[in-house]
């Protein structure tokens, strides 16, 4: 053996047989640019794994959420970003010596909040509901069926 890892691929009857989906859906989100299968020799569309993550993201983002192909494609933008500076991030971070590093890495993990928030302060009061009298029947009430 060589040592290459194969890769799976998927014609796109497979995946959207696997997605339950058309494959002219797969089609339109290839035109739309969301997804971006490679092709063959023979110019068939091929997927990776990755590819079918991304179309499931896709699914998941227009049927389950309901944001529209534009929406998506602005997500799916801003998401391939942040991974890109977040790769930066690490590359900066690893030229830091390995004590600073790991008290970054750990001041870093408790901030879980992209805009940090004061803290609460949580005031419990007990409010105390009168009650309603029982007051007088209705006048006008309809007699229940079968009794006049």
Known sequence: MSGEAIETIYLIGHVARMLGVHPQTLRIYEREGLLRPR????????YSEIDVRRAELVL????????????????LRMRERIERMQG????????FPDEARSALRRHL??????????PRRVINVEVERPRKPAGPKRKNAKPERGKR
């Open 60 to 75: 998941t983002l227009t049927r389950d959420l309901g944001i529209n192909l534009a929406g998506v494609e602005v997500i």
């Open 109 to 118: 993990q408790d901030e879980k909040a992209l805009v940090p928030l004061p």
């Open 39 to 46: 092709r063959s020799e023979r110019n068939t569309r091929v």
């Open 88 to 95: 930066d991030l690490e590359r900066f971070f690893s030229s």
